[in-house]
């Protein structure tokens, strides 16, 4: 009678230990996370058109999330769910790539958290909000802070009336005509492709449309449609000049956001199964590091004086323009960029209501050397993105900073950080 006791019990521990080593069925994961942020940030792009950037994850997900939306008190709780999930997941046994997605989930379903409260009504300071949504708190400095950069400019530029009217006056000897733009652009996106081509390795197929357009509140725009192709647009409202070539060329396309969608679908999505990557949602960390090394790709494909060289070698007569005075257009542009987030002031100040429009546009106008066209499409972007305003400058100088503290190979690293799930926070 207890051997028989002995050996029943025996028997029930080992199930016990076997059932204890089996995982349920219904266990939590972070694919099944990931599965369930993409389904909410689809539902959230329902609600908030353009808040999904791209997306090519299965066509039924989309349509699901289309046909039957959530609420936004609903997607709300779904995103709170979502957090106390990840926080719910065990720890121990996660390799490194797995701590990193975790920690990326987390991020991004944070973010989605800050702007469904938006979208219900909750009012955020700037920086309260850039941090919110991007994961980096910008430094909003006095606008006098950046008035010795104005003499400087001033110097380089003299003459009468007001610097901004003078700058905006040199700055039209630099406008591409329009018969000649699309010789100037592709002739740019295929330098910067070329340049890009020959130190990173690019998925297969790679390839994009390029198309004019109109009415935006940006000068360009990536939409990556999956299948590493992209289509680049360029908003022709206003006129383009010479530099802005390279600029979009690289920004949009090489290594910028096509390279870096394109390096996410390979890596992530096809490679790993990852389905968190198949979307995009325009207000996350994931912007700041979109925006951020796009712009620092510029100097990369760049550097030193070679984009001086290009431009005035290949550039300026296409566009018929004399290749004599792009050291001056240069030397201004240097100094003007040293004004780049003297807009997070005036957009702060916009945002909260202690500025009026005119106001708004008079500083933007003094402060960012454009004429009042420019000042009023800026004000626009503003208006329609907000914070998003800080992932492009100060995007760029972090991003910047983090690769050149990663050794002498900036391009292998800059590789590294566009096929991987690096937040802003990871940039310090």
Known sequence: MRATTIAALAGAVAVLAACAATPKPNADSLDAVARDYVALTLEIGEREPGYVDAYYGPAEWAET????????????????????????????????????????????????????????????????????LFGVRPELRPLSSYDPVLARIDALVP???????????????????????????????????????????LPAGETFTLEFVNDKPWSGYNWFKGGAFSLIQVNTDLPIYIDRAVDLGCHEGYPGHHVYNALLEQTFVKDKGWVEMSVYPLFSPMSFIAEGSANYGIDLAFPGHERTEFE??????????????????????????????????????????????????????KYSLVARDRAAQRLSFIETYRSYIINYGLGRDMVQAWVQRQGPDHWKTMEQLLASQTLPVDLN
């Not at 009336?161 to 733009?181: E, N, Q």
């Not at 004599?324 to 209501?353: C, F, I, K, W």
């Open 312 to 365: 005035a070698q290949v550039l300026y007569p296409l566009a018929g323009l004399d290749p004599a005075t792009a050291e001056a257009q240069t030397q201004l542009l240097t100094l003007t960029r040293e004004l780049a987030r003297a807009e997070y002031t005036v957009a702060d100040a916009y945002l909260a209501g202690r500025i009026d429009r005119e106001t708004a546009l008079d500083q933007l106008q």
């Open 65 to 132: 999330a289309k046909a039957q939306p959530r609420a936004l008190p609903q997607l709300a709780k779904g995103a709170a769910n979502l957090s106390q999930r990840l926080d719910a997941l065990p720890e121990a046994g996660l390799d490194a790539q797995s701590r990193q997605r975790r920690a990326y989930l987390k991020a991004h379903v944070a973010a989605a958290s800050a702007r469904l409260r938006m979208l219900q009504g909750e009012t955020m300071g700037f920086a309260d909000e850039a941090e919110a």
């Open 159 to 201: 003459g009468e009336g007001p610097l901004a009217d003078r700058v905006a006056a040199f700055r039209a000897r630099y406008v591409i005509p329009k018969d000649r733009l699309d010789t100037v652009m592709r002739a740019a996106i295929h330098e910067c492709k070329a340049r890009t081509e020959r130190r990173m390795t």
